[in-house]
């Protein structure tokens, strides 16, 4: 494509004038024209929603001050409510040298963004009767009839115990199955990584999702089943229990039954040599507070479809895309006509599912994106906020979302009836307070 080079503040001091001109998308508070949409559903005027246009204004210049200080190259922020458009920005690049500005049909890669996805997979099975959320896992996938969990050691001399009781498949979701990641250190993720077993699918030697479980499940649990939260592998586990309950590999089962009927056109597995335009470059933070690139979308693993579908990291979407699957679950699992889900199940995947046993923060060994975890619990496949005064934070109680490990966001507020997204492409996550900023500017914009 380009050589490419180190963004420092010196660097991006020079580009100010010209990120600035990039960053001049249509206002939030402009009056939406008759029949004017925006992935499909109608923009509005943010009064008609009972929210405030000088309010929203206010998201532009929170962030478009990270893209003028050369920290972000670009950033999208959406927010709906009642089902409507009241805000949406785009600022910035999706590629700075190249000058490719950011786009309402930009590429980003999701990351853990697919783990509520994968969920609602799961859980369409489950309501067509194939387990339920207490089955055992190995009644589905035997290769986890003897699991064992870590005790102490590491590497050939690790001890190890029977479980006290076998993973569910509900464990999956929670991630409360005992599975972790090998970016939490410690010795069973080190056996892991020595396994090729990355949380990422460029990363690992396996042949399909069949094989990369099997690996996975001859390795030690962190912990037994339901005693503690570790974030896990457990959404690509579930996507393997997609497989063999549909019959379907988990990238058919998804396009069929999820992203073709909500009309989630760009959402897949890679990026098809047609759309590589789109797709934004991934950043990463250097130490004097500028970017360098992290991956290319040139010379992308996501250029070509992976061998192991990952349902806790793979995807690839557009911001209007995954505001279709959001906007879905703020609906009580229809859009548009469409039906993916119960009313009821939705509800299900959004409650917390971690009690009193897993203490009262129980994601605190996950730093949410510079935010607090305190009064947040965990459903299916995302948080829920069950104490808004200990987030520090103004979403509702019963609230869901997560985000991704390249800085995107979102949340559904069923009790508002109000979906928020942010979205960049910065890895890691949590280098700045993208989350709770977006929350802060979205909810003190609601004026009835």
């Not at 670009?74 to 949406?88: L, P």
């Amino acid at each position: 494509m380009h050589a490419r080079k180190i963004f420092t503040v010196a660097f991006a001091s020079m580009l100010a004038a010209v990120l600035l001109a990039a960053c001049a998308p249509k206002e939030s508070g402009d009056t939406a024209g008759a029949g004017e949409t925006f992935a499909g559903l109608p923009r509005v005027t943010p009064e008609s929603a009972g929210m405030s246009s000088e309010r929203l204004d206010r998201i532009r210049p929170a962030f478009e001050s990270y893209v003028t200080d050369g920290k972000l190259s670009g950033v999208i922020t959406v927010v709906a409510r009642e089902g409507q458009v009241v805000h949406f920005e785009a600022s910035g690049y999706q590629d700075v040298e190249a000058g490719e500005p950011m786009t309402e049909d930009t590429l980003f890669r999701m990351y853990s963004m697919t783990k509520p996805i994968a969920s609602a997979a799961l859980m369409m099975l489950w309501e067509e009767g194939h387990f339920l959320l207490s089955t055992p896992l190995a009644a589905i996938l035997p290769e986890f009839a003897d699991t064992q969990v870590y005790v102490s050691g590491d590497g050939d001399v690790m001890e190890t115990e029977p479980p006290r009781r076998p993973i569910v498949v509900r464990d999956l979701m929670t991630h409360t199955s005992g599975l972790t990641y090998t970016f939490i250190p410690s010795p069973v993720a080190a056996s892991y990584a020595a396994a090729g077993l990355e949380g990422s699918a460029d990363a690992v030697p396996h042949d399909d999702l069949a094989h990369y479980v099997r690996e996975l499940a001859k390795q030690p649990l962190l912990a037994h089943p339901g005693t503690a939260w570790n974030y896990s592998v457990g959404l690509e586990v579930a996507g393997r229990v997609v497989e063999v309950a549909s019959g379907q590999t988990f990238g058919e089962f998804l396009k069929e039954r999820i992203f073709d009927p909500l009309g989630m056109v760009d959402t897949a597995f890679h990026v098809p040599d047609e759309k590589l335009d789109r797709f934004a470059v991934n950043y990463a933070p250097t130490p004097e507070g500028g970017m360098v690139v992290m991956d290319d979308p040139e010379t992308s693993a996501y250029r070509k479809p992976p061998k192991v579908e990952m349902g806790g990291s793979g995807l690839v979407a557009t911001a209007g895309d995954y505001l279709r699957f959001a906007q879905m679950l703020a609906n009580g699992g229809e859009l548009d006509g469409v039906r993916i889900l119960g009313t009821q199940t939705v509800a299900l995947m959004m409650d917390n599912h971690l009690g009193s046993a897993y203490g009262p923060s129980p994601m605190s060994s996950l730093n949410l994106d510079m935010g607090m975890s305190e009064g947040m619990g965990y459903g299916l496949g995302g948080y829920s906020i069950t104490d808004t005064g200990l987030t520090g934070l103004p979403a509702s109680p019963g609230t869901y979302g997560w985000g991704g490990a390249a800085s995107t966001d979102f949340l559904v507020d069923p009790e508002e009836d109000l979906v928020a997204i942010v979205l960049t492409q910065l890895l890691p996550t949590g280098t700045y307070p993208l989350r709770p900023t977006m929350e802060v500017l979205t909810y003190q914009a609601i004026v009835e």
